[in-house]
């Protein structure tokens, strides 16, 4: 009779372990792996998303930082860059000036060229040659023409 008992009751605890398992009953069992370690899991998993939240937050600022500065790099360089660009300019534009007239600039000449006409900037007098510009200067007691810029 014992063994008798002890089917019925392992048979109707079976049969109420797998009605609790059927999705139409409100009866619902907790998962086996939140029945076992449940707690200490989202105590774990909490304190890790909380750990995970300030490490990229960090993180997230670390790169802000990082493509700050980068912006700031790549300003400078664009800077340096047209400054170069403008030192190139002056200097093509000095070699143009040098090249139009074939004389450089300071070269000073005891008499002028031939077809050459008188030009009166700023109330000073020039005389223009084929593109060089000369100013009269003297020389101790000598009558001298520099080469000069064009006069704007």
Not at 66 to 78: K, L, S, Y
């Amino acid at each position: 009779m014992k063994t008798i008992v002890k089917i019925a009751t392992i048979s109707i605890f079976l049969a109420l372990m797998f009605i609790a398992d059927i999705p139409l009953l409100p009866v619902k069992l907790v998962p086996e792996a939140h029945a076992i370690l449940g707690v200490r899991r989202r105590t774990a998993v909490v304190a890790y998303s909380a750990g995970a939240a300030s490490a990229s937050a960090a993180e997230a600022s670390s790169q802000q930082q990082a493509a700050a500065a980068q912006q700031q790099a790549a300003a400078a360089q664009q800077e340096a860059a047209t400054a170069q660009q403008q030192a190139a300019a002056a200097q093509q534009e000095a070699a143009t000036a040098k090249a139009s007239s074939g004389i450089p600039v300071g070269t000073v000449v005891q008499s002028l060229p031939s077809g050459c006409t008188a030009v009166t900037v700023s109330g000073v007098q020039y005389q223009e040659c084929s593109g060089s510009f000369y100013k009269a200067a003297f020389q101790g007691n000598n009558l001298v023409y520099v080469v000069v810029e064009k006069p704007i």
